[in-house]
């Protein structure tokens, strides 16, 4: 157990809807990181977040967005959902930007 | 439960030196896939070599290969002729098929530094 936490673990949902993927880092990491992997493909870094604040952003869609709280637990917020959309979708947290890295178990999306 | 163990936090390798990344696994699965990962400062993670299980031979690709001992549960990646560009955090990764649905686990990282 990294002890990174990813809800839900499986979601299915129809093309054109939004959904929220969330995630919760080990106690007391601050850098919450959000990565997609689809199919076999390496994995896609989409934001970084420190404290609450955007460190940096990859490939992310603009359909896509992200925040993390007060509290340290970051929401990845998937919209117009399209079929392409479908894959894994990976937190990480780290205690320091570019530390040690722990990753969750990841969320499968599913776009019908 | 399976776990990913990477017990380098830092490794240093002179320029056109070979180094070698350790990672363990635990698994009581029989088919599964191992990889290993680069991170540049980009955060973008590039898939380095993936080595599936029934496999005896070990993966290589160019100056990377690995050396995979399935009864030790131990998966190193050899880097050769380390260059600048493979300056980066490398991550070990494991991947099963448990109940219809895959499942990843990943270690901690390892940042290796390539000293001119």
């Known amino acids: 157990d990294s002890g990174v936490t990813q809800t839900p673990k499986h979601l299915i949902t129809a093309t054109g809807q939004r959904v929220t993927l969330r995630c919760s880092p080990r106690?007391?990491?601050?850098?919450v990181y959000w990565y997609q992997q689809s199919l076999d493909q390496g994995l896609q870094f989409l934001i970084h977040?420190?404290?609450?604040?955007?460190?940096a952003k990859g490939n992310i869609l603009e359909r896509f967005s992200a925040q993390q709280f007060p509290d340290l637990h970051s929401e990845l917020n998937l919209s117009s959902l399209e079929l392409g959309d479908s894959a894994l979708y990976f937190c990480?947290?780290?205690?320091?930007?570019?530390?040690?890295?722990?990753f969750g178990q990841g969320t499968r999306l599913t776009v019908v | 439960a399976q776990t990913v163990t990477q017990s380098q936090p830092e490794m240093s390798v002179q320029e056109a030196e070979t180094v070698t990344l350790s990672c363990t696994y635990d698994?009581?699965?029989?088919?599964?896939?191992l990889f290993w990962y680069k991170q540049p400062p980009s955060r973008q993670m590039i898939l380095v070599i993936r080595?599936?299980?029934?496999?005896?031979q070990n993966a290589t690709e160019n100056r990377f290969s690995v050396n995979f001992q399935k009864a030790a549960k131990s998966f190193s990646l050899k880097i050769s002729d380390s260059q600048l560009g493979d300056a980066a955090m490398y991550f070990c990764?494991?991947?099963?098929?448990?109940?219809?649905?895959?499942?990843?686990?990943f270690g901690t990282g390892t940042r290796l530094k390539v000293l001119a």
């Open positions: 080595q599936e299980a029934y496999k005896q």
């Open positions: 990764a494991y991947r099963g098929f448990t109940s219809g649905t895959y499942k990843y686990i």
């Open positions: 698994t009581s699965e029989s088919d599964y896939y």
């Open positions: 106690s007391g990491d601050l850098s």
């Open positions: 977040y420190y404290n609450g604040e955007e460190r």
């Open positions: 990480a947290s780290s205690a320091q930007t570019g530390g040690k890295a722990f």
